[in-house]
């Protein structure tokens, strides 16, 4: 069974400029998230889609980050402008429901703003 | 809502001595507890979970981890550690009503010395 799909691994951009990330989930996972991994810390919740639809996105900076999941499959999370603090691993993650904690993770795409 | 503390930021040990990472939560609500291990340059893999039942619950490559409600503890044991387990483990929480929002901890490195 393939994994979760993440693209690009990494991405090296200057401040104000944009990025975006790309996530493929494992087949038949309705629910898809997208955390936010800063050195040292955590994995922090930044979106949570349920299919189509988007389930928990209190922890987005909504003026600078977008994310969109078309066709309740793959998902497309954007940066612009970026900051440095937004410097980072991006991780996507898919489960097949959102009940039993068992999400699948992508290696991550690491992000480094200058 | 949830909070998750681990206690211990990094854990020197050294091959096949016994080890113990530990984790404590908060929540007004029952609680479903997880543990996920982060090999270097991989993305995060489902090490053992507590949903509900017998409060040891035993995980893959030897781990095991014990529910305690009185003390609002959830620590990862393993009796003899490999030099492959080292890894950066996160403990995670979860409230089982609704669709579920997994909180992270800051995480623990462990390091096994031969």
């Known amino acids: 069974e393939a994994g979760v799909a993440q693209s690009p691994r990494y991405k090296i951009i200057e401040k104000r400029q944009s990025v975006a990330f790309w996530c493929n989930p494992i087949?038949?996972?309705?629910?898809l998230y997208w955390y936010q991994q800063i050195l040292g810390q955590g994995p922090k919740l930044l979106i949570q889609?349920?299919?189509?639809?988007?389930?928990?996105d209190s922890q987005l900076p909504k003026d600078r980050f977008s994310a969109e999941r078309l066709k309740g499959v793959d998902s497309t999370l954007k940066i612009q402008p970026a900051k440095l603090e937004d410097s980072a691993v991006y991780l996507c993650a898919s489960s097949f429901d959102s009940f039993t904690g068992e999400l699948f993770f992508g290696e991550g795409s690491r992000l480094t703003v200058l | 809502a949830q909070s998750v503390t681990q206690l211990d930021s990094q854990v020197p040990v050294f091959e096949e001595a016994p080890v113990e990472l530990r984790c404590n939560y908060s929540?007004?609500?029952?609680?479903?507890l997880f543990w996920y291990v982060q090999y270097p340059n991989q993305g995060l893999q489902l090490l053992l979970k507590?949903?509900?039942?017998?409060?040891l619950v035993k995980g893959i490559n030897g781990f095991e981890a014990e529910f305690n409600k009185s003390q609002t503890s959830f620590h990862l044991r393993k009796p003899s550690v490999h030099i492959s387990d080292t890894a950066e483990y996160f403990c995670?929480?979860?409230?089982?009503?609704?669709?579920?929002?997994?909180?992270f901890g800051q995480g623990t490195r462990l390091t096994i010395n031969p």
């Open positions: 995670a929480v979860s409230a089982p009503q609704g669709a579920q929002k997994l909180v």
């Open positions: 087949s038949g996972h309705a629910t």
């Open positions: 507590y949903l509900s039942g017998s409060t």
């Open positions: 929540s007004s609500v029952s609680v479903y």
């Open positions: 889609f349920q299919n189509n639809g988007v389930v928990d």
